[in-house]
């Protein structure tokens, strides 16, 4: 099951866009991320790298999906853990945007009770940190 979350958000698609799928920025407005390890690509199609958390996870990322100023998906592998994020733009007035962020988690195994609790805490977060990634991508 996926869960979205829809923001309106006073910055231009091309720039919201820029900011947020550039994987060295992600720490700078990812409550959880302390930083990005082994990098490979810079946020388009087919790049990966390292999320090291704060809660000590490390997560294998990789871009599945990646359309300039409209679409961006990335998906992790963590153990028997398993999560999608997909960014939907859409630029609809002079620098605004409509994003909406589709995510699920799953789990095998003994991982399915973790991953179905974190998919259903994880939309206030995921609004938070969309929210001072606009706030950050207007000062970039």
Do not use: K, N
């Not at 087919?46 to 490390?58: F, M």
């Amino acid at each position: 099951m996926s869960r979205t979350v829809r923001l309106d958000l006073p910055v231009a698609a091309d720039v919201l866009y820029d900011y947020l799928t550039d994987p060295r920025r992600r720490p700078e407005w990812q409550a959880s991320l302390r930083r990005v390890d082994d990098l490979r690509g810079t946020g388009g199609l087919g790049s990966t790298w390292i999320d090291v958390t704060a809660v000590g996870a490390r997560p294998a990322m990789r871009v599945s999906a990646a359309e300039p100023s409209r679409l961006w998906t990335e998906q992790g592998r963590w153990h028997g853990l398993a999560a999608e994020l997909r960014l939907d733009l859409l630029a609809y007035a002079a620098g605004r945007t409509r994003l909406a962020a589709t995510f699920s988690v799953t789990g095998t195994g003994w991982y399915a009770l973790p991953a179905a609790v974190l998919e259903r805490l994880a939309a206030p977060a995921i609004r938070a940190d969309l929210v001072r990634g606009a706030e950050r991508a207007t000062l970039a």
